[in-house]
């Protein structure tokens, strides 16, 4: 149920966009390119409700900007004094149409378990400190930081796109995951229903999805999802990382509590959807002594099947992860990076496939060897799900129609 005070805006996005714009970021100066690497900003205090507080430069933006620190100080002591904004600056959430003219990615990896992805949204508001798609957001000439978290490009024709693509008779029906980059069902799905209107589409059409998702939003399309499910043509999978209600609070801030998705686990497997559980990322020194208990309760719930991978840091993740330890788990934090370092050959990302999302050595294979035996404990399958395309139907021009096209 959506609120009735709830206010859209949108921004037609059709030139690259500044890093810089937001009203919660006072930048006061600028200086060249070529300014000391190893400059940085003091530490800041968390924002509620949001995984970071950093709004980094973009690494292809061609100027640092460098904060008036001065001001910054006195605007922090006003607000806790109750003379300052206070919660009036919070940051708020913008959303920018992306005028993609295909929908369908594609990729070669082989640590994914499908080759086609559709992301309805790029930028995603749930926040989690960790998500690896967080640089994805400085090709389009914004921070990985806050930015990530607070602008949101939606592809409102995703579902007409999406029925060009199955019309075309060079398309072969295969497994679509929704999404492999970003949340498909963020907060502002429940207002908008692009990924509702894709899953229509696909449930027409009979062409196997599967859904990995941190939002209990995803109960609300159980009706197309088990239409697809009569043609074992659907795997949901909600992705947890704690049952700790106060570490996901901080860790990931809009995203459905952890109870809430078990109970989605439960709505979908009692609805003859096949359900299971990601635990990812693990994050070790922080998280992975959960991993039994997360696979217990998903059993508990209804789950089939499980999977996991543990935490890498691509790009600026490498800087915005130790800052948000720093602020909530200062005690933990030289522990989490020898850990996370000790897995990726003493960095913290090893891209190569194969291994960036499983990592290696003593305490990568420690994690694989406890989430193999509570697997098994709690009569898990392992989550290579098969899907069927058997019963694709390709649409019509009839149908395209539908979509004014």
Known sequence: MTSPVFRLTFVIMTTRLPSKSSQFDKTRDTIPFDAPPDWQ????????????AENPDGRFERLYHVEDMEAKEREQLETKSGEGPGRARLPRTHYLRDASRTVLTHNDSPDIHYDTGLNPYRGCEHGCVYCYARPTHEYLGMSAGLDFETRILIKEDAPKLLLRELQ?????????????????????????????????????????????????????DIDHLKVLAQY????????????DGSLHRVMEPRASHPKQRLRAVAALADAGIPAGVMIGPVIPGLTDHEIPKILEAAANAGAKFAGHSVLRLPGEVQNLFPAWLSRHFPDRKDKVMRRIRSMRNGKLDEPRFGTRMQGQGVFADQIHTLFEVARKRAGLQSDRTKLSNKSFRRPTLGQLDLFGS
């Open 41 to 52: 900003a003091p530490d800041l205090e968390a924002i509620r409700g949001r995984g970071t």
């Open 168 to 220: 075309k008779r060079s398309y072969k029906p295969q497994t679509i995951g929704m999404s492999g980059v970003t949340d498909p069902y963020q907060p502002v799905e429940r207002v908008l229903g692009i990924t509702r209107g894709c899953l229509e589409v696909l449930a027409d059409c009979r062409n196997p999805v599967g859904i990995i998702t941190k939002n209990a939003m995803v109960t609300r």
């Open 232 to 243: 074992r043509a659907v795997a949901v999978y909600l992705s947890i990382t704690t049952l």
